[in-house]
């Protein structure tokens, strides 16, 4: 019975299977359409790919409307190639190994990625960030609220923004290799945010300044721009420069609170 129902449905054409899509009640009822063959999945995938719902990754959200772990695996691998966006609120190494399981190797048009977890003390290890660049190889926005040394920062071969910035206390900052690392291989950074909330930073940009003619927007300690800050105002391309004080004020370029 359920196969000749099926076989009455196919018979319709694609704009009243929109309609029937368009009047599922829910995300696993979706799911369950578009398991059934091969045309109806190209209608569900179409209708997924058009929602603003899904064009960001938020996998604890995703478990949540999809409750059943094979309907979960099936989504997202029909939407690998079309997810724009991550947001992570679980500790990065956590999600890194769900999506391996999921055999989710790579999510090629990821171009932002934002990392806030919920456990403050739940630090992204090097390894972590090394098989997050593999997994986002055209990653464009990286923004990371958690203390992080710099390694493997520079695998974001396409990365245009970086923001570390976050208005709390951090055990520690980057490691200038690391930083200089980015500075030297990133060559389409456009955005730095390297300050450091709490603490007088001890990076320095004197060995990368010449690296950073692209750089429109540069965020830093008032310690870091001091010794380089002739070299930072003749930057070909930058059009905004915020800088945290000891007294934790910032002013833009234009002498205005930022």
């Known amino acids: ?13 694609d704009d009243c299977l929109d309609e029937i899509f368009d009047r599922l009640q ?3 009822t979706e799911v369950s359409f578009a398991r059934t063959c091969q045309r109806l999945r190209h209608i ?8 603003r719902a ?20 099936y989504f997202l691998t029909q939407m690998r190639p079309h997810i724009r966006e991550m947001c992570v609120s679980s500790c990065l190494c956590a999600l890194l190994k769900d999506l391996d399981e999921m055999h989710i190797a790579e999510l090629p048009l990821v171009a932002s990625f934002y990392y806030d977890p919920e456990d403050v003390d739940c630090y992204p290890s090097n390894r972590s960030i090394r098989k997050l660049a593999q997994l986002l190889p055209g990653l464009r926005k990286l923004r990371l ?11 974001f071969q396409h990365l245009q923004e970086l923001h570390l910035y976050e208005d709390q206390h951090k055990a520690y900052e980057l490691q200038q290799e690391h930083l200089d690392e980015v500075c030297h291989k990133l060559h389409d950074l456009r955005v730095l945010d390297i300050r450091t909330y709490d603490m007088i930073s001890k990076l320095q940009l004197g060995n990368c ?12 300690n008032l310690a870091t721009l001091k010794p380089i800050l002739p ?3 003749e930057l070909p391309s930058l059009r905004q420069l915020v800088v945290l004080l000891d007294n934790e ?3 833009t370029t234009d002498g205005q609170p930022g």
């Open 145 to 155: 609220t958690t203390p992080i040394d710099g390694r493997y920062l520079s695998h």
């Open 26 to 28: 829910d995300l696993p």
């Open 1 to 13: 019975m359920a196969a000749e129902a099926v076989c009455q449905i196919l018979r319709l054409n």
């Open 54 to 73: 899904y064009e960001q990754l938020d996998l604890d959200k995703w478990r949540e409307l999809l409750p059943n772990y094979e309907d979960l695996v």
């Open 44 to 51: 569900s995938l179409a209708k997924w790919r058009t929602s």
């Open 249 to 251: 004020w910032h002013y």
């Open 209 to 220: 300044v010449q690296s950073l003619r692209k750089l429109s927007v540069l965020k830093l």
């Open 231 to 233: 070299a930072i105002l």
